[in-house]
């Protein structure tokens, strides 16, 4: 049985470069000189590692994680699931996925947002979960609305949920955001099109999933996630020390 | 036409945004919602080795800090071992060795309290110097920054160290040094982190 080696090298043309201008805000926040490619050692292929113990069932639930007793989150009750798995398409269980948004007006719960939509007292804006043993997750949430944001005036983020996945190595560290099918505004947004690679924006892109949804109650969007995958050492090649 | 490799391509990153704290730290956007944040405490408190304190702040191309910064540490114990199934050996007892940094939305400086890790064993060639991995996201950052933070008074470590001499130009590696002083009788090292500039910070493709 091989055992697993380092991590395949990140296809830098898949991601966002550093500097994209039209995205302001990265102009004097993005590095000039090019990264220095490491390959892995034993810090690049552990990670934190994550139990049942960091995390309650209900966080993975936003429509009621911060809400009063008996009382819920307004807006389009939506399931958004997947799988998380790596570039081999084996599963990655017990990971721990952070999730994020603003709420159904397009309002985040956060003292530096100031936008007019209203607050929601029962909807605090963020989840968190372990996949399981197949690397599947779910959150149940509102759908989130459409917001203005200053680069030019007149900039609308699509409706998105932002993530966070660990994987097994701190070189899988990641965060995405989550657009959802069929919203105009993806095509006309600096932050979305920082991506080069069409074939990868749609990689951004959840799914109506119909078969997912809950009848009468909750519909459900599918979104999967992607995290680097390892070499199989099929030869020694001197990864652990001399 | 050939056959096709049938591996899967890894999601693409997108910026952490403004509000990054509401998912990661929501103690920092100003709300309480979990019975426990993640990430405060690196070391736990049976953590060998000496305790330590780490400050600084990120700097961007104006020379202005960057006061929506998150910042990731990942770090070895003082043997040397990460709390991991291939970290090399057994950890204390509540030892994760991994934490989130918050910085004072004020004034951009950040701060962890940690103990000082031990050499790790390098790829090849001799052991790595200690050094805690660090992941810097924010507003602005479209995919997280990876670098090292290393000691100062690990002098002869740090000339060794396989990493560290990969950096081609020497004055470079100078980014990575946090210079070490005293206060209360603790180790406190200073590591400012330069987005741009002259002195930009050495990051990593790892
Ligand atoms: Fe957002």
Known sequence: MPKDGEFYQRDRGRHPPALTPDYKTSVARSPRYPLISLQSSVSEITGPVFGHGDVDPLDRDMIYNYARPGESAIGERIILHGRVLDENARPVPHTLVEAWQANAGGRYRHKKDTYLAPIDPNFGGCGRTLTDEHGYYFFRTVKPGAYPWRNTVNNWRPAHIHLSIFGTGFAQRLITQCYFEGDPLIARCPIVQTIPDPDAIDSLVAVLDMNATIPLDTIAYRFDIVLRGRRSTLFENRLEGN | ?206
């Open chain 2, 1 to 206: 036409m050939a056959q096709k490799l049938d591996y899967l391509r890894e999601t693409p990153s997108q910026t952490a945004g403004p509000y990054v704290h509401i998912g990661l730290a929501p103690g920092a956007a100003g709300f309480s919602i979990y019975a426990q944040e993640l990430g405060h405490d690196i070391a736990g408190p049976n953590a060998r080795g000496e305790r330590i304190r780490i400050e600084g702040v990120v700097i961007d191309g104006t020379g202005s800090p960057v006061k929506d910064v998150l910042i990731e540490a990942w770090q070895a114990n003082a043997d040397g071992y990460y709390a991991h199934p291939e970290g090399g050996g057994p950890v204390e007892e509540g030892f994760r060795g991994w934490g989130r940094v918050i910085c004072d939305f004020e004034t951009g400086e950040w701060g962890f309290d940690t103990v000082k890790p031990g050499p790790t064993p390098g790829r090849n060639i001799g052991p790595q110097a200690p050094h805690i991995s660090l992941w810097i996201v924010s507003r602005g950052i479209n995919i997280g920054l990876n670098t090292r933070l290393y000691f100062e008074d690990e002098s002869a470590a740090n000339a060794a160290d396989p990493v560290l001499n990969l950096i081609e130009w020497e004055r470079r590696r100078a980014t990575l040094l946090a210079r070490r002083s005293e206060r209360d009788g603790q180790g406190v090292y200073r590591f400012d982190i330069r987005l741009q500039g002259d002195d930009e910070t050495v990051f990593f493709d790892v």
